[in-house]
């Protein structure tokens, strides 16, 4: 069974930065895209950043410009660096990648167990 795991996230101050990245564990025979989502309190997780295989970006309107997605793809780990934050940034996190575990099989999402990124002086 692949799991993905986060690592990064903490308490950081208003305009700091922050690194957040994720890995899966377990079997694996291709990755296709990768991104990160995040939840606020009372929120609806939204979508901020996507990559491709081949590196091709996406980043939602909010944090186009401070944050950016980025892959190294023969670490299977995906990477989101985030500047310039700012309190409304207080969320989980949480990585979404699509993993195909075998030849036969089809691209399936997995969802990495979050991470909570709190921004506050």
């Known amino acids: 069974q692949v799991q993905l795991v986060e690592s990064g996230g903490g308490l950081v101050q208003p305009g700091g930065s922050q690194r957040l990245s994720c890995a899966p564990s377990?079997?694996?025979?291709?990755?296709?895209?990768m991104g990160w989502y995040r939840q606020a309190p009372g929120e609806q997780r939204e979508l901020i950043a996507t990559?491709?295989?081949?590196?091709?970006?996406n980043y939602a309107d909010s944090v186009r410009g401070r944050f950016t997605c980025s892959r190294d793809n023969a670490k299977n780990t995906v990477y989101l660096q985030m500047n310039s934050l700012k309190p409304e940034d207080t969320a989980v996190y949480y990585c979404?990648?699509?993993?195909?575990?075998?030849?036969?099989?089809?691209?399936?999402?997995?969802w990495g167990q979050g991470t909570q990124v709190t921004v506050s002086s």
């Open positions: 979404n990648v699509e993993v195909k575990r075998n030849y036969y099989s089809r691209y399936v999402p997995v």
């Open positions: 990559i491709t295989r081949g590196g091709s970006t």
């Open positions: 377990g079997t694996i025979f291709s990755i296709n895209t």
